[in-house]
């Protein structure tokens, strides 16, 4: 994760390619590079940050697949 200044939080990162070939690391959210500080963060972290890490389905309590089982969304959970 670094901190992004157009979006002013920490965000998550992913790497481009550069027109000169080199990498850089870019913001999920807004595609703009980010700078030096990178800082690796668990799961737990992530998620104290509003990421969902490893279920697409969302937060929400009671009701939906989580307890039917539609076979997509609770694969992970097992
Ligand atoms: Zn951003």
Redesign the pocket.
């Known amino acids: 994760m670094a901190e992004?200044v157009?979006?002013a939080r920490t965000?998550l990162t992913y790497v481009a390619l550069t027109d000169d070939g080199d990498q850089s690391r870019c913001?999920v959210?807004?595609d703009?590079r980010v700078g030096a500080e990178l800082r690796w963060v668990g799961a737990d972290e992530l998620q104290e940050d509003g990421y969902v890490i490893g279920s697409p389905a969302p937060r929400k309590s009671g009701g939906g697949c989580a307890s039917g089982g539609c076979g997509t969304c609770g694969t992970r959970k097992h």
């Open positions: 992004c157009p979006c965000v913001c959210h807004c703009a």
